[in-house]
């Protein structure tokens, strides 16, 4: 079974802070991805990726950075942190981008 | 503009009754829908999946029903155990990479 792990768990920041958001996944896929996830939108895609050193822009990209430095780390970047960027944040990943997605468990950001 | 509708936003049955859960899309590419499961303080898991050529899919007390003229799924949940508490995603998928999830719906199974 996938292994998707996120860290840190938990992060609090202040309005105009960095943040780097990290995810390791252990199984070979190809596809990594970062949602958010907020009530009464589900989850709704930031950045995702298809492979080491390749990135592309998902449907709420605005204020974030992604970086995949590696087949199996994908990194999210808020250079600014905004008070609106407080979510639940999900990294996942697949084997051909048309399968299954396998999630690790989130990390929630507060931005004070 | 969200393209998968989820209702209800939450939910709450009786341990043993059938919970039903309901979803529609907008986008007549989608062609395979998965559910996904989310226990809290958990990433989601996928549940349950169907393929547009299929009206119906079963993994024991889970069931899919589809209707593509309608544009509209349901997951039943039989038999429905306070285990089964959890937040239900539905998803709409084109066959490429991108996945477009509902909202959610939040059951309750009470003993």
């Not at chain 1, 079974?1 to 780097?20: F, L």
Request: glycine share 10%; hydrophobic share 30%; aromatic share 12%.
């Amino acid at each position: 079974e996938a292994a998707v792990t996120q860290s840190p768990r938990n992060k609090v920041t202040v309005t105009g802070g960095n943040v780097t958001l990290s995810c390791r996944q252990t199984n070979s896929h190809n596809y990594m991805y970062w949602y958010r996830q907020d009530t009464g939108h589900g989850l709704r895609l930031i950045h995702y990726s298809y492979g080491a050193g390749n990135l592309q822009i998902g449907d709420v990209p605005d204020g974030y950075k992604a970086t995949r430095t590696t087949q199996e780390d994908f990194f999210l970047l808020l250079e600014l942190a905004s008070p609106s960027q407080t979510s639940l944040y999900f990294c996942a990943s697949s084997e051909t981008g048309r399968d299954t997605l396998y999630f690790g468990a989130g990390t929630r950001l507060s931005v004070l | 503009q969200q393209q998968v509708r989820q209702s209800p936003q939450s939910l709450t049955v009786w341990e043993g009754e059938t919970a039903i859960l309901n979803c529609s899309y907008e986008d007549s590419t989608f062609n395979y829908f998965p559910w996904y499961q989310q226990f809290p303080g958990e990433g989601p898991a996928l549940l349950i999946s169907i393929r547009s050529v299929s009206d119906k899919k079963e993994d024991g007390r889970f069931t899919i029903f589809f209707n593509k003229r309608e544009k509209k799924l349901s997951l039943h949940i039989t038999d429905s155990q306070p285990g089964d508490s959890a937040t239900y995603f539905c998803a709409g998928h084109t066959g490429g990479y991108k996945v477009v999830f509902g909202s959610g719906t939040r059951l309750l199974v009470s003993p």
